[in-house]
């Protein structure tokens, strides 16, 4: 399986550059298009190793190496114009895993990518990428059962965290309570329904705790519905 790599790049003609290059290699490529959210374009592209740009529109590239470091602890080489020993500094401190500047040698980029990959992803190191559902910058993480927003983490138990991944994959639409039985319990049949509010209640207040108020809304006699009001607020 071909490695993928995030270019996180405003400058078009290095981006492409860039990209053309390594295509050799046989690696797949995605270039940032979404300067204001490159998190959720991370979690979209699922890549094995990102080269990040410092001076980028909005936010510069320490914030967004501090943001898929919440999430991720795939390699990172920031390739930058800024030269200076306190940016180098700077980059691993906020969880870089080298720094190149520019001008830089494509050989010498490539070079230092396979090292990374083959260090990170080799015969002895653990390949598993975290799995992750996002609504709105509502982030669900699979291997840790914790909803996520505005940097907040709050942990979900299992039947909890099921129970808003099925909310949250309708988000807007109606979930029937049969739907929902079915999916926290084998045998439906015989769970009291009372049972199924108390979890709607317990998400809630979990929801409520990362500050988010109002977003499952009970459809009496049919069943749930989760509306994204956490967006209205960002």
């Known amino acids: 399986m071909a490695h993928t790599i995030f270019i996180v790049e405003d400058d078009d003609k290095i981006a492409s550059l860039l990209k053309k290059h390594i295509e050799r290699y046989e690696y797949k490529v995605y270039l940032a298009s979404q300067f204001n959210d490159i998190k959720k374009e991370f979690i979209e592209y699922t890549p094995h190793?990102?080269?990040?740009?410092?001076?980028?529109?909005?936010?510069?590239?320490?914030?967004?190496?501090?943001?898929?470091?919440?999430?991720?602890?795939?390699?990172?080489?920031?390739?930058?114009a800024r030269n200076s020993e306190m940016d180098q500094v700077m980059a691993i401190e906020n969880g870089a895993d080298d720094y190149i500047t520019k001008p830089f040698n494509f050989d010498v980029v490539m070079a230092k990518i396979k090292s990374l990959l083959r260090r990170t992803y080799g015969s002895y190191a653990n390949t598993i990428q975290p799995h992750i559902y996002e609504v709105s910058g509502l982030y669900l993480f699979y291997d840790q059962h914790v909803v996520e927003w505005e940097q907040r983490k709050v942990e979900l138990t299992k039947k909890e965290f099921i129970l808003l991944e099925c909310l949250l994959k309708k988000v807007g639409k109606i979930v029937a309570r049969e739907e929902l039985l079915e999916a926290l319990w084998n045998d439906a049949d015989f769970v009291d329904d009372n049972t199924l509010s108390v979890n709607v209640t317990r998400v809630r207040k979990k929801l409520q705790s990362l500050g988010i108020e109002n977003a499952i809304e009970t459809i009496r006699g049919v069943g749930y519905k989760i509306t994204d009001t956490w967006s209205e607020t960002t």
Not at 54 to 78: A, E, H, K, M
Request: hydrophobic fraction near 45%.
């Open 49 to 80: 190793l990102v080269l990040l740009d410092v001076n980028l529109p909005r936010f510069d590239g320490f914030y967004w190496c501090r943001q898929i470091r919440t999430i991720s602890n795939c390699p990172i080489i920031f390739i930058s």
